[in-house]
């Protein structure tokens, strides 16, 4: 966005998927509604800090719908334009009907747009950046720049997701696990450009929480919250990376461990137990610890083997393998590695660190070099290199 | 999604190199090798999977610092350091397995007599940002 006011601007994009779900429900189709709030959004940028219109929200809808009438009317293929002469002929609804006395938004249509966004026929990577741009009312210059790729790359990805769900109506009932599988990859994706994707992401599962009562919602809010509170901690000064064990838990962000734990604690009292419930217990029991010595492992390990009893995946039973080597000892640890995948990534820091623990230095090292020729980020690759020279040194594990 | 470097070499040792060089083709078959190279990065462009393109020049300078206070040192080439880069292409792709098949389509670029050159080509993957979840 061209507007210079954060402020404006955020609140300008919690419009945005209110508003495209009027258009659909008025007969547009999404890729037009969208790209006509586009540029109703370009124009409020320019217009209202000189004359802010009293009904932000009413306003947009208006110049919106002109900007789809305009788009049909322009559009050069005969085609489309029969797709699209149904709505255009639809007399405009009077403003009221939707946006209602109270100013309250479309609860249904802004929920059904998330589901839409997260069509399981789009790739997860289209169904982030359609997510991104039209439930969280980024730019797509906004979402390349956080996705480091050129903006025509961006531009191309989303028209091409914009066609795949291009017969998809907003209000078929979709599958809200892949809108949270959506969500958790723009969370995973950290923060890149000037966009915080994971605010971002954040901010998407705080909306769609306060529009749908599931317990999997609340888990996976409480999972971020409970990640994000370590935020501040994860990091040197120098920007190097810090691990759990060893990170100064002064830095953890008491409100949000608070938060998400009372989010987790009336998820789980609702017995519909899913993925994102269990890992945030997980979180939670980490988060609980006032030292890493007063780490409830065997808590832990429970929650793994409820994790895995409802996702069985090579990774859950890695990162199982690591608790496991807390609670009953390093020997244990590995006992659960065995069977495992050496492809894994990080396969070979998870057996360094267990190795480390067992007392075998020099096996431990080699195992760090590895891991490190293996990572895949670069904060990862010094962290296993510091951690391999450490133990060449004769260092414990914390200095 | 996963960005990959593919990376493109003038010239690998004789064993890895079995096609004829580009200076011995006719030059339609020049043509219709870089008409292959730019049609790919198009398709790239309009599947939202590229990121940059860019060739290097062979003639290149080895730099060393000269130490405090002194110019830095300059070299080369060493005629020890056959394989040189000619070029890169930076994809953003689902996984590794696009990747491949990307690369291997690259490699089957037309050289002499219009046949697939089948290069070699180097496939690496970017050192992406941490992710968020570090348990």
Do not use: C, H, K, V
């Given at each position: 966005m061209i507007d210079p006011d954060p402020l404006a601007e955020a609140e300008l994009r919690e419009l945005v998927p209110a508003v495209i779900g009027i258009l659909v429900s008025r007969g547009a189709d999404f890729a037009t509604a969208e790209d006509a709030v586009q540029d109703a959004l370009i124009e409020a940028l320019r217009s209202w800090p000189s004359d802010p219109p009293r009904d932000r929200r009413g306003w947009l809808v208006t110049v919106a719908w002109r900007k789809f009438l305009d788009i049909v009317r322009s559009e050069g293929s005969r085609v489309k334009r029969e797709e699209r002469v149904m709505a255009a002929t639809l007399a405009e609804p009077?403003?009221?009907?939707?946006?209602g006395d109270d100013g309250v938004p479309n609860v249904d249509d802004t929920l059904d747009l998330y589901v839409l966004c997260a069509h399981?026929?789009?790739s997860p990577a289209s169904a982030v950046a359609l997510t991104l741009l039209a439930v969280g009312g980024l730019t797509t210059k906004q979402i390349a720049a956080a996705y480091m790729v050129p903006e025509s790359t961006m531009a191309q990805r989303i028209s091409r997701a914009k066609s795949t769900i291009a017969?998809?109506?907003?209000?078929r009932p979709g599958d809200l696990s892949s809108v949270l599988t959506t969500l958790y990859l723009v969370f995973n994706e950290g923060h890149s450009g000037d966009v915080d994707l994971v605010a971002e992401a954040i901010r998407l599962t705080r909306s769609l929480r306060a529009m749908i009562d599931s317990a999997e919602v609340d888990g996976l809010l409480a999972l971020m919250l409970l990640h994000h509170a370590r935020r501040d901690a994860r990091?040197?000064?120098?920007g190097r990376l810090i691990a759990l064990a060893d990170q100064d838990r002064t830095l953890w962000d008491r409100r949000l461990i608070v938060e998400g734990i009372e989010i987790l604690q009336a998820a789980l009292g609702r017995d519909e137990l899913g993925q994102y419930q269990a890992q945030a217990a997980i979180a939670a029991l980490h988060a609980d610890a006032q030292t890493v010595e007063d780490t409830d492992w065997v808590q832990i390990v429970q929650w793994y083997d409820e994790l895995l009893a409802l996702r069985d995946t090579p990774i859950v039973r890695l990162n199982r393998a690591v608790a496991v080597g807390e609670s009953d000892g390093p020997g244990a640890g590995l006992a659960e590695l065995r069977g495992l995948d050496e492809s894994l990534p990080r396969y070979f820091a998870v057996e360094a660190h267990l190795r480390e623990r067992a007392g075998e230095s020099q096996r431990a090292a080699e195992l760090y070099v590895r891991a490190a020729e293996r990572a895949g980020s670069v904060a990862e690759r010094d962290h296993l290199n510091r951690q391999a020279a450490r133990v060449r040194s004769g260092q414990g594990h914390r200095p | 999604m996963a960005k990959y470097l593919m990376l493109k070499h003038y010239r690998m040792s004789s064993d890895l190199m079995n096609y004829t060089p580009m200076d011995q083709w006719s030059p339609d078959e020049v043509d219709a090798h870089m008409a292959y190279m730019n049609a790919f990065a198009d398709k790239l462009k309009d599947s939202g999977e590229f990121v940059d393109s860019q060739a290097l020049s062979p003639e290149g300078t080895f730099v060393q610092s000269g130490g405090p206070g002194k110019p830095p040192v300059t070299d080369g080439?060493?005629?020890?350091?056959k394989d040189l880069i000619a070029g890169w292409m930076v994809i953003d792709v689902e996984n590794y397995d696009r990747a491949l098949e990307l690369a291997g389509e690259l490699s089957a670029a037309p050289g002499k007599g219009g046949e697939p050159i089948n290069e070699w080509l180097e496939l690496r993957p970017f050192l992406d940002h941490a992710p968020s979840v570090d348990e």
């Open positions: 009077e403003t009221s009907a939707e946006s399981p026929d789009l017969g998809s109506r907003l209000n990091f040197g000064p120098d | 080439p060493f005629p020890e350091t």
